[in-house]
């Protein structure tokens, strides 16, 4: 890799349609913008934290095609078409909590709070993929997730607390 | 982050193409777990790169004489859960499990993990000279933070490892990876796949410059029912390996027919060596059968000042893999890749 070639004039923006929240959003990204900084800085969706970067600690977990991702290592051109959900679009605004959020705040499953969105959206990803049943499960499937605080013993407590409901939600 | 363009590939060839008109300068974007975050560290500078992720290539399809065939597309999570690989290759289901978090295997892919970098520190930062990343600069993990490097195959110029799980069984299974390029296609056996640093480790595997992996295909196996994956690492979940081994067993009763081994985090490919598999043949499955065959795929290691202790600790993970593998498949697992104590 030549440095000639690297220091070329920045190549063209792109459009890319996502549906965000049930939103449909066109969007001209450049091709290096992650979703994690397209959401944040783009978007004003702020609820996605940056933690690490670099997919090591799960703050920016995010539900893609209802998949759990790491979304400061996706790159948003590449996802055209797909279908988002944010800790902002678990319940719609003004409703009743999500259950797991809702599990969240019943079993004090934070001190800081700035992995939580994370940890919510990484908890609800994990039911849906339904390989989960016990604490030990739990907490094997959830260790993409970091909290620095150490709230881990009432993370797990919320999960287990969320499981049924946020399955019942997910079926219908 | 450098500035880079972005193309989308509508078919393999179309991908190809690109990759040979981006002259050196392109790189194939898959799931991006490994590639995304080398581009934010200045290790990657494409030019372009070339996303393949609509191509054609994310089916686990059973092949014609009996083997499975995993597109180089499907994510690391749905080739462990897919109920095929779990029933008959339920070593690489659990080699995947053992390795990154869910949100990385949902994204990551079995093509770009046969392709992901080293985790030597020293590589990550370009602040520091690396034969690997920069030929000829120099080599400071052999004199420096060496726990996360290897003790087998090493060379003067690069003491890396190979990171992946999945390719540690791989190596068990002699999986074959399917490429196609410029000339065409072609298979490679995974034992000839990934290379040895000698001095030339910037080179990690043989495919050619403009070659894309198209799958992974597994031929029929008999190890199903003896089989584990058994990895020591510096906390439960979520850490690259110190050691691992994935272990197979053909049993007749008590009696060994055949074995399979492979090691992860000791070299700079999943480390396998046929002639240690083959004393077990014929010998009862006992931890004094075990024992030679340690001593005999860690012969000629050499261990640097952080690592020494994965010698004698390989040699007591491949004794317990074994171990548990005698037990039984169905005994040993639950189903999110954890190993039972023994």
Redesign the interface.
């Known amino acids: 890799?030549n440095l000639a070639?690297?220091n070329?004039s920045?190549?063209a923006t792109?459009f890319v349609t996502l549906t965000i929240n049930g939103q449909q959003r066109h969007l001209e990204v450049?091709?290096?913008t992650?979703l994690l900084d397209l959401l944040r800085e783009y978007l004003d969706l702020t609820g996605t934290k940056k933690g690490c970067?670099?997919?090591q600690c799960?703050a920016c977990?995010v539900l893609l095609d209802s998949?759990?991702?790491?979304s400061?290592?996706?790159?948003a051109?590449?996802k055209d078409g797909s279908q988002v959900t944010t800790i902002e679009g678990l319940a719609a605004p003004g409703s009743e909590l999500h259950p797991m959020q809702q599990a969240f705040v019943d079993c004090d499953a934070f001190q800081c709070g700035y992995c939580t969105p994370g940890q919510i959206c990484?908890a609800v990803?994990?039911i849906r993929?339904g390989?989960?049943?016990t604490a030990?499960?739990i907490?094997?499937?959830?260790?993409?997730?970091l909290c620095r605080c150490g709230a881990y013993p009432n993370i797990v407590a919320a999960i287990e607390k969320a499981m049924d409901a946020t399955r019942a939600r997910l079926s219908v | 982050?450098?500035?880079?363009?972005?193309t989308?590939a509508t078919g393999i060839a179309d991908a190809i193409k690109e990759k040979v008109e981006a002259n050196?300068?392109g790189q194939f974007?898959a799931g991006?777990?490994n590639l995304?975050?080398l581009?934010?560290e200045n290790v990657a500078?494409?030019?372009r790169?070339i996303?393949i992720?609509r191509l054609p290539l994310a089916a686990v399809e059973p092949m014609s004489g009996g083997g499975l065939r995993l597109g180089a597309l499907v994510t690391n999570?749905d080739t462990a859960?897919h109920p095929e690989v779990q029933r008959r290759y339920p070593m690489l289901s659990r080699a995947i499990l053992a390795g990154?978090?869910?949100?990385?295997r949902?994204?990551a892919t079995n093509g770009g993990n046969l392709l992901q970098r080293t985790r030597c520190y020293y590589f990550y930062d370009v602040a520091t000279p690396c034969n690997k990343r920069q030929p000829g600069s120099g080599c400071p993990a052999i004199r420096g933070q060496n726990r996360v490097c290897g003790v087998l195959g090493t060379s003067a110029q690069c003491i890396a490892t190979h990171p992946s799980d999945m390719c540690v069984a791989l190596a068990a299974l002699e999986a074959v990876v399917r490429v196609s390029g410029p000339q065409g296609e072609r298979s490679i056996p995974i034992a000839e796949f990934h290379t040895l640093p000698s001095n030339t480790p910037h080179i990690e595997n043989t495919l050619s410059p403009d070659e894309l992996i198209t799958s992974i295909d597994l031929p029929e196996s008999p190890y199903a029912a003896h089989s584990v994956y058994t990895k020591v690492r510096d906390r439960a979940?979520?850490a690259f390996a110190l050691v691992s081994v994935a272990a197979g067993l053909e049993l007749d009763g008590d009696t060994i027919k055949s074995t399979r081994l492979a090691l992860g985090g000791v070299a700079h490919k999943p480390w396998r060596l046929p002639a240690a598999e083959a004393l077990l043949t014929g010998k009862p499955a006992t931890k004094e059968s075990f024992l030679p065959v340690a001593e005999a795929l860690f012969a000629g290691a050499q261990g640097y000042e952080h690592n020494a202790f994965k010698i004698e600790l390989g040699k007591r993970a491949v004794v317990r893999a074994l171990t548990l593998a005698a037990k039984g498949t169905a005994a040993i697992h639950?189903?999110?890749?954890?190993t039972a104590d023994a």
């Not at chain 1, 998949?67 to 790491?70: A, D, G, P, S, T």
């Not at chain 1, 907490?139 to 997730?145: K, P």
């Not at chain 2, 990154?100 to 990385?104: I, K, N, P, W």
Request: hydrophobic share 40%.
């Open positions: 890799m070639t690297a070329a920045p190549p792109q450049a091709p290096w992650t970067d670099h997919g799960g977990t998949k759990r991702v790491n400061c290592l996706v790159l051109v590449a990484s990803g994990m993929e390989h989960a049943e030990d499960d907490r094997e499937l959830m260790s993409g997730n | 982050m450098i500035n880079f363009a972005y989308r050196g300068g974007l991006g777990t995304v975050d581009l934010k500078r494409p030019a790169l996303d992720n999570a859960y990154a978090s869910a949100q990385l949902n994204m979940s979520y639950d189903v999110n890749g954890q």
